[in-house]
């Protein structure tokens, strides 16, 4: 791969060899592919791209983006912790769950609009913070920002991203940021500062990561932090031009060697620096007391993500947050962690119905959306089909994606008998265990 190729290792003739041998594959892909360039563009209204035809459901992009990517980056995406036991429940819990319709309503104005901090969203479904979205396609954090502007939903950029937060606040200005608090309240502080100077309006801190998890299986297919460079790096580099070309040179040849940008206020490693382990550490004495302390700093809407109890849900709203978001990390930090719809019901019961529940973790199919939103969720955040999604055809790719979980849910209001996503409820929900 050309990460191992740029290495302090790449100066013998071998390695030469190597490194010329892609760079032509790379320029006869760009040659001959219908839209390596192009698929960043605005997507077109009248015909989907080929790589896109084929993709009925949120489910499909998954395979493409596992042909698309490097084995350690698609690892990366897909990857969960220890067993994969959370990340199975996150879909499962989905079969707990039927519906009870409504027939002979009039549901021809139906609308899948939601309002959330007085802004009206068209749909009740959003983009999830997710990492290190460049190496999946290029600039990959502006193209889910400007896919989601473009459809007015939520979108959500991380704090562990490879493009500068200022970039995408400015020419994306709706989107959310979440943040990974540094380890002591200084660095808080001007993380915090220097995401209010970039534009953000709303803040979203995830708390459920004291120590890094046990992601045996990113180790698996190769990927660590930092990413190190070796010889099946660097097959899959060679066996997948259109990544290389598309993504990593583009980006390499226009920006540089990617940094983690935005986990402080000051510009973090590269990916390949042996420093990165020591940024993403040391957050196992956070308290409640720093997120009272963010909330007397940020004015805006801030919303505490990583929940999965009653009681840190109650403590939330007590320090004042405007929302929560439940949430297992998609599986990805303590493995055998129920998944949020597991407790969705007793949160909002305790935390009532006007406060702001969002989820996320394993959401596919309009019905799961449909399904949260009738046991109390105000809305759904959607991570790893988004991300496949971009892989496959950027922005493009991720515009297609959107317009198909809207019209799933389009399609099951309509045939549940509702108009308006309020309208939905416990009446709506038949449980088929106990």
């Not at 490097?70 to 995406?77: E, L, V, W």
């Not at 068209?122 to 999946?136: D, Q, R």
């Not at 449909?370 to 515009?399: I, Q, S, T, W």
């Amino acid at each position: 791969m050309i990460l191992f190729l740029k290495s302090e290792h790449s100066h013998s003739k071998y390695f030469a060899l190597i490194r010329k041998t892609v760079a032509l594959q790379c320029r006869s892909f760009l040659e001959q592919s219908a839209f390596p360039m192009a698929s960043y563009a605005e997507p077109s209204s009248v015909t989907l791209p080929a790589a896109l035809r084929n993709m009925l459901s949120l489910h499909d992009f998954e395979a493409a983006a596992r042909r698309r990517l490097p084995r350690p980056i698609f690892g990366y995406i897909a990857g969960a912790a220890e067993d994969n036991g959370s990340l199975r429940d996150n879909r499962e819990v989905f079969d707990d769950y039927a519906f009870s319709t409504r027939v002979l309503r009039d549901v021809s104005k139906r609308s899948q609009a939601v309002e959330l901090f007085g802004h009206c969203y068209s749909s009740p479904f959003g983009i999830a913070p997710m990492g290190i979205n460049a190496l999946t396609t290029y600039r990959g954090d502006l193209v889910l920002a400007r896919a989601a502007q473009q459809a007015d939903i939520v979108s959500v950029m991380s704090g562990t991203s490879l493009i500068p937060m200022e970039e995408v606040a400015r020419e994306c200005p709706a989107t959310w940021f979440q943040a990974y608090i540094p380890g002591d309240q200084a660095r808080i502080d001007a993380l915090i500062d220097r995401v209010e100077r970039a534009g953000f309006g709303t803040l979203m801190v995830t708390v459920d990561i004291p120590i890094s998890a046990n992601r045996e299986n990113n180790i698996r297919t190769g990927f660590s932090t930092p990413l190190r460079p070796s010889l099946r790096l660097v097959w899959d580099g060679m066996v997948r031009p259109g990544w290389v070309a598309g993504t990593f040179l583009r980006t390499l040849l226009r920006h540089g060697m990617p940094h983690f940008e935005n986990s402080f206020a000051t510009r973090g490693a590269p990916i390949m620096s042996s420093t990165v382990l020591r940024d993403f550490s040391a957050r196992d004495h956070l308290t409640w007391r720093h997120i009272e302390a963010i909330r007397r700093r940020w004015k805006g809407p801030l919303v505490v993500k990583g929940l999965l109890s009653v009681e840190d849900a109650l403590e939330a709203r007590r320090v004042g947050a405007d929302g929560i978001v439940l949430s297992n990390h998609g599986g990805r930090q303590l493995d055998g962690a129920a998944s949020p719809m597991r407790v969705l019901e007793a949160v909002v019961a305790a935390v009532g119905p006007d406060y702001p529940v969002l989820i996320d973790s394993g959401f596919r199919r309009g019905s799961d959306v449909l399904k949260a939103l009738a046991l109390g969720a105000r809305m759904v955040l959607v991570g790893r089909p988004f991300n496949y999604a971009a892989a496959v055809a950027g922005e493009a790719g991720v515009a297609h994606a959107i317009g198909l979980l809207r019209d799933e849910v389009d399609r099951n209001l309509a045939m549940l008998g509702v108009t308006r996503c309020f309208e939905l409820g416990q009446q709506h929900i038949v449980r088929r265990r106990a």
